[in-house]
């Protein structure tokens, strides 16, 4: 099964920006979706951004504006740019890989200081 591994996480101001990276061990290709999602203390998993296989992207409401996903087939590379970021961003970042299964990462924090 593929493996999933993220990267870029840390601690940033509001207002400041990370970017996220998200290496796949196979071909982001073969999947019909990549995704991000993220999940803070107490609260569901939801999906912050999403892009398919075509280049098709949607995003959560309350990102939109702000974050852009992109994906690299080539690297089997698929990428979160996250700008202006909030206190409310902050949470656990997972990459998700949807085929006939979807696949997790192992996430990687994101904190937001006010």
Known sequence: QVQLVESG??????GGSLR???AASESINSFN???WYRQAPGNQRELVAGITSGGSTNYADSVKGRFTIS?????NLVHLQMNSLKPEDT????????????????????????
């Open 33 to 35: 979706r990549m995704g």
């Open 20 to 22: 996220l990276s998200c």
């Open 71 to 75: 994906r690299d087939s080539a690297k």
């Open 91 to 114: 949470a656990v970042y997972y990459c998700a890989a949807d085929g006939l299964f979807r696949f997790w990462g192992q996430g990687t924090q994101v904190t937001v200081s006010s």
């Open 9 to 14: 996480g840390g601690l940033v101001q509001a």
